[in-house]
């Protein structure tokens, strides 16, 4: 049975603080609307890579105490400071969160080896399981086939959430390592993701989109391809909507129509201006409702 995550996202004050009611209102829609097969904790559409210390570790606590047992948790720990990995993907297995996963390192163009310690050394000393979380797109990381391979010489890497267009490299990947644990990452690129194989998907846009998307894998599943497409169709017309106008305040700004208090997103990140208002109501209404 392939699985649906929705990666989570995090309620922010204007401040930058984060709303923790807001947070595990989207915790509870994902579980109790969605019903979402698990939740991404910490990835890039929770705006992990924006937050303080402090702030990832409030964020890994809400979403334990509110999901406690009710559907899988991954949380994602890498960071650009091995120690603060390190810290983290021990604090989230102490906290009970069955899987972690961590992001390539990026900005210092990294050799493989250095990636390949970095991996090793955030799974050393805790008793869990990693997914390496590729997403060249951001980082500018991209690994090849014979460097997942060495990283899956550790028994503890067991799989690849795959944020990638590159679908030659997924189809080798999938067939190198058949029991391999692979989550695609482009939500947009679902239908392509599945006849490749793959165990299930994890993505921003589940968030509000997921019973559709599941819908979609069980239409493949069930053979029936022409109704997959469809649904492909319909979710790809909602996600090029939210993309133009904002992807993640909007998701946000979607969600509060829909009685859900997502807060804001953190500065850098844009803070919603009339238009966008106006575009996630036009958004909710024409693809939501
Ligand atoms: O947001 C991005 C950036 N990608 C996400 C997802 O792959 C990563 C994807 O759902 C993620 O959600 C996380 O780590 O939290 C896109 O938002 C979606 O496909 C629209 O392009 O690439």
Redesign the pocket.
């Known amino acids: 049975m392939k699985k649906l995550y929705s990666?989570l996202m995090t309620a922010f004050n204007d401040d930058g603080s984060i709303n923790e009611a807001g947070t595990r209102e989207m915790i509870r829609y994902n579980i109790d609307v969605n019903k979402v097969d698990g939740l991404?904790v910490g990835?890039?559409?929770?705006e992990n890579f924006n937050m303080s210390h402090e702030q990832k570790e409030q964020v890994f606590k809400i979403a334990i105490d509110e999901a406690k047992n009710d559907v899988d948790l991954i949380a994602?720990v890498g960071s650009l400071d091995l120690n603060e990995s390190k810290y983290l993907a021990k604090f989230v297995t102490d906290l009970g969160y069955p899987h972690i996963s961590a992001v390539t390192p990026f900005y210092y163009n990294y050799t493989f080896e250095q990636i390949k310690d970095y991996y090793n050394e955030i799974v050393k000393d805790v008793d869990n399981e990693l997914i390496i979380?590729s997403?060249p797109?951001?980082t500018g990381v991209s690994l090849s086939l014979d460097q997942f391979a060495e990283l899956f010489e550790n028994p503890k890497i067991i799989g690849i959430?795959y944020?990638n267009a590159d679908f030659f490299l997924l189809e080798r990947v999938r067939n190198r390592f058949p029991d391999k644990l692979i989550l695609s990452?482009?939500?947009?690129m679902l239908l392509p993701a599945l006849a490749l194989g793959v165990d299930g998907a994890?993505?921003?846009?589940y968030n509000l989109n997921a019973k559709r998307a599941k819908a979609e894998m069980n239409a493949f599943d069930a053979g029936d391809i022409d109704k997959a497409r469809q649904l492909q169709k319909d979710s790809n017309d909602l996600?090029s909507a939210l993309?133009a106008n904002d992807?993640y305040p909007s998701l946000k700004l979607v969600f509060k129509e829909l009685g859900v208090n997502a807060g804001v997103t953190k500065k850098p990140m844009a803070q919603p201006t009339s238009e966008m208002i106006a575009g996630a109501k036009k958004i909710y209404n024409d693809y939501l409702k």
Request: glycine share 16%; charged share 10%.
């Open positions: 990666a991404y990835g890039s559409t929770g994602q979380y997403i797109v951001l959430k944020t990452g482009f939500d947009e994890i993505g921003s846009t996600i993309i992807i």
